[in-house]
């Protein structure tokens, strides 16, 4: 069992002369070395080991031989994905002996980021080497020969059962099926994936459009190439957390497509996802790659809401005219009744309540010849 490995240390390597699976199973094992180091605790008993997978037996203890495919650069990608641990146990039915690793990350973007790549860099034939991303685990299955169904089955069940169930990012399933190169596909969430993913697609041209894509905003960035006949391009979205800020980095990349002076490539918004058709065959090409993404919006509103509607003006008329009425029909009440009551007490209570001479001063101006008498007024 190997022991816990701890460091603070970056390593440079660089492979050459060296051609085929060779280099390839050479750089797996020193990679992986890499990644140790990178990462700040990796403990082969991290994974629950079965004694056995389906019909297949553990034939080797828990951690003996694992390995890391890609090339030196890969460490980085990882670190950046977020590996948390890793270990591998060879299983055997019958001759046949497969070798079966399990790479952990923190989260199941960060799985997939390093399953894309690491399917993309992956130089074993492909009958003898399947890549499975569950959640927040890889899993490799490696075999000197090519793999049984039934191992891929078993070991996919199991991978189900450890990981922890969270889906991968849905940005992988808005690419079009139809003519894509399925070795091509490359998930980014941070600039070192996306730059590693643009050199390993052959557009190195495009580099530029890391920096302006605006991963410290939240972006997921997806490519994949397509051919169909004489007509290829290769199609980078990338999905943003809102519009606004879709909105805002398209403006940014437009730039950044303009200085690359990659004027045959074309980028439009919908919704908070950007496509890019980067050196398109023909502009037709690029119009069919993009109404085949499977990318929708959609608008909820979870807030209760009222049916506002006007009554007919006639029934408005109706009501003001009636409310008016009653309003008179107060005023001549009330009016009647005051006087009323103000008529009777001067009768019954002359000059004490209504009209007191003691508290009174009347202005007459005596212009008849009747002899002016104040009582006049009471």
Known sequence: MPQLIRAETSVSLVVSNITGPMRFRLTISVIFSLAMLLAPSIRAGEVPWPATIGKWTAASPAGSGTSFPSDPAFAAIVKESGLVAASSRNYKSASQTVQLTVYTFHDSSGAYEAYSAMKAADGAPRAASTWIARGNQVLWIYGSSSLSPDVVRAAETWERSISDGVASPPIATYLPQDNKDLLSERYALGPVAFRDAIKSLGRGDAAGLVDAAGFNSGAEAMFAKFKAGKDDATLLLIEYPTPQLAELHLRHLQRALQDAK????????????????????????????????????????NEPSTTATDPPITSTLVKIIVATGVFMMFTIVFGIAFGGVRVITKRLFPGKVFDRPAQMEVLQLGLSGKPIDSRDMY
């Open 262 to 301: 990659l004027s045959t490539s074309s980028i439009e918004r919908k919704g908070s996802l950007l496509s890019i058709v980067l050196a398109p065959s023909s502009t037709k090409y690029a119009e069919k790659l993009r109404d085949a993404i499977n990318y929708e919006t959609e608008v909820t509103w």
